[in-house]
Each structure stands twice: as structure tokens, then as C-alpha cells.
């Protein structure tokens, strides 16, 4: 069992950032990879970016690239997203979620943190 609590979410102006923070605590030794996805309202979840959590090695999307950039502190058991030159399409629940090792899917999730972007 892995446990994830994000934190960093608020309200911010167009072009302003946010730095999100997931702790992750449990079986923290078998996370092969964490990502962050993101919901807006009546929209489906979509991919933001991930990290191996070993290497380090970041995957952003394409809709993020050059604004937001994912890292990890492995002695903190945390991964973060720092949001930069933010737009009001960002505006979204954002999720990180844990993916364990030898299993395909993300089977951990954390309850969300909301990012609300004015424009």
C-alpha cells in the first residue's frame, strides 16, 4: 500500500506559478514511476507529466512542455510540479498518482488538489 497526499493547489493569476508537492508514504521502495494528471470540469483526465523514480528520467505533455517541469526528492518519499506561466485552460483538479513496480498501471492516487487559474 502506498499513500499520497498533494498539497500546493490554490488560486493565481494568468502567467502567474504554483509548486505542487505529492508525499508519498507506505511501500515507498516498490514506486517504479509517480505522474501527475490533471480534470477539468466536464472534461476527462489527461496525462501531465511523470518521472522514473529511480533514474529521474521526466516525461512532460506536450501542452506543458517548456512551463512545467516534474522533479522528485527520493530522501522526502516526494515528487512536485512546478507550474510556470500559467494559463486559465490550466485550471483543473490535479492528481499525482504512484505506479508500482512490474504492474502496467497507476494503482495509487491521491485525493486532488485544485489549481484555478483567472485569467
Known amino acids: 500500500q502506498v499513500q499520497l497526499v498533494e498539497s500546493g493547489g490554490g488560486l493565481v493569476q494568468a502567467g502567474g506559478s504554483l509548486r505542487l508537492s505529492c508525499a508519498a508514504s507506505?511501500?515507498?521502495?516498490?514506486?517504479?514511476?509517480m505522474g501527475w494528471f490533471r480534470q477539468a470540469p466536464g472534461k476527462e483526465r489527461e496525462f501531465v507529466a511523470r518521472?522514473?523514480?529511480?533514474?529521474?528520467?521526466?516525461y512532460h505533455a506536450d501542452s506543458v512542455k517548456g512551463r512545467f517541469t516534474v522533479s522528485r526528492d527520493i530522501a522526502k518519499n516526494t515528487v512536485y510540479l512546478q507550474m510556470n506561466s500559467l494559463k486559465p485552460e490550466d485550471t483543473a483538479v490535479y492528481y499525482c498518482?504512484?505506479?508500482?513496480?512490474?504492474?502496467?498501471?497507476?494503482?495509487?492516487w491521491g485525493q486532488g488538489t485544485q489549481v484555478t487559474v483567472s485569467s
Open positions: 498518482a504512484a505506479r508500482m513496480m512490474h504492474l502496467n498501471e497507476y494503482g495509487y
Open positions: 507506505g511501500r515507498t521502495f516498490s514506486i517504479a514511476d
Open positions: 518521472i522514473i523514480w529511480s533514474g529521474g528520467i521526466t
